[in-house]
């Protein structure tokens, strides 16, 4: 049986539906729950993996996920694993590839990953950002990259919304990761434009994991929306 067929195999048309509200533009899909995605995907990882990805034929949102996902699971050198990583980041058109594409990396991948999405946060690309940005909430958001973090986070200059929200998402995790390092970039002229500062100061308020306090704090500094400006859509 070929991976598409498989793939048809365990297609859900009701599931189909509600994963096509969620993501806005996606294409072709089947309606496949990403925990069954993420067990084919290990099973490939497993065997011979180059073959598969170097021969894959992508119709399928399910098809593009799974590419994703065994680059992530793939065991190779991070040599190797980052060129998959490049040619891979350009094909990604919505944000549930991306997060889910974004793994949590191994100790040895974690230097050369950070080097490698330095220049992801400056592209022109909406997802090129978003990659490099679920990249780093997702493993840097620690003490030793913290400012470095936060730096890059400020500089970001996209219009697109999910590049914006993934920047929001990612200083809400900060936050609430590393509140003392995080609450002053906040509250003394932080570069975010305004629409993504109220974000994620929306994100803030929204996490279980902020206290009552902080989340008082920081709705004293949302800035006027008369001067916020950005897209309606998921808030993921």
């Avoid at 399910?62 to 980041?89: D, N, S, T």
């Avoid at 974004?102 to 992801?120: G, H, N």
């Avoid at 949302?222 to 808030?235: F, V």
């Amino acid at each position: 049986m070929t991976l598409r067929e498989e793939l048809l195999a365990l297609a859900d048309p009701r599931y189909r539906e509600f994963t096509a509200s969620l993501i806005p533009g996606v294409g072709e899909l089947l309606g496949i729950r990403i925990p069954l995605l993420r067990k084919i995907a290990r099973r490939i990882a497993r065997g011979d993996w180059r073959a598969f990805l170097d021969s894959l034929e992508v119709r399928y949102f399910e098809e593009r996920l799974i590419e994703g996902l065994v680059i992530g699971y793939a065991a190779c050198p991070i040599e190797e694993k980052l060129e998959r990583v490049a040619r891979f980041v350009p094909r990604i058109d919505n944000w549930a590839v991306c997060d889910c594409f974004c793994w949590r990396l191994r100790a040895d991948e974690r230097e050369a990953m950070w080097r490698f999405i330095q220049p992801y946060f400056r592209s022109d690309a909406e997802y090129d950002i978003r990659f490099a940005v679920v990249m780093a909430l997702g493993n840097f958001v620690d003490e030793e990259h913290i400012d470095a973090l936060l730096g890059l986070l400020g500089a970001i200059r996209h219009e697109g919304y999910y590049a914006r929200m993934g920047v929001a998402w990612a200083v809400s995790v900060c936050f609430v990761r590393l509140p003392a390092r995080t609450r002053p970039w906040l509250e003394n002229d932080c570069p975010l434009d305004d629409w993504t500062f109220n974000r994620s100061l929306q994100k803030i308020r929204e996490s279980y994991r902020a206290d009552s306090a902080d989340k008082a704090a920081l709705r004293q500094l949302k800035r006027p929306a008369k001067r916020a400006a950005g897209n309606p859509g998921i808030t993921k």
